[in-house]
């Protein structure tokens, strides 16, 4: 696989070939904050297209994970981020992939992860004056009804 060649060339970025039938994807990356920006340039040089941008309470730190699929090609890559929970800034790809901006915003309102250099932080789907919380964390452990929320 030419991305998983090209992805292996850059030194912070661990990439490796995954077994498609039992994972989804078929190049499986873990880097830090700093190769963020980088990677989503090289991805979007071969021309992959974004899934999604979520993110894991996976104490004790965060991780943002970015989903990557190629049109022309049977190719899906996942991207892992780890996010120091006492931080929960990371880069923004928005201006690399214009589809990343709301799915960003969706992961500030769950998890609060601000996404630095974001043209629009604000709420996409909870009340601006519910700032603090976010119902995808592990330290929400109540229940809230759908009214609550």
């Keep these: 696989m030419k991305i998983l060649e090209r992805l292996k060339e850059l030194e912070g970025v661990e990439a490796i070939a995954s077994d498609y039938p039992s994972t989804g994807v078929h190049v499986d990356v873990l880097m830090g904050l700093t190769w963020v920006r980088t990677f989503a340039s090289l991805i979007r040089e071969e021309d992959f297209l974004i899934e999604s941008v979520t993110a894991v309470d996976a104490e004790p730190n965060m991780m943002v994970l970015y989903h990557f699929t190629h049109p022309d090609e049977l190719c899906r890559v996942v991207a892992r981020v780890l996010v120091e929970r006492v ?11 214009p589809g990343a901006n709301w799915h960003e915003r ?16 604000t709420p996409l789907i909870l009340p601006e004056d519910q700032v603090d919380f976010h119902p995808l964390l592990k330290k929400e452990k109540k229940i809230k009804t759908l009214s609550e929320v």
Excluded at 87 to 97: N, W
Excluded at 111 to 119: C, L, M, R, S, V
């Design 106 to 121: 969706e992961v500030r309102d769950f998890f609060g992860i601000t996404f630095e250099d974001h043209p629009d932080m």
């Design 87 to 97: 931080v929960k800034r990371c880069p923004t790809i928005s201006d690399i992939y």
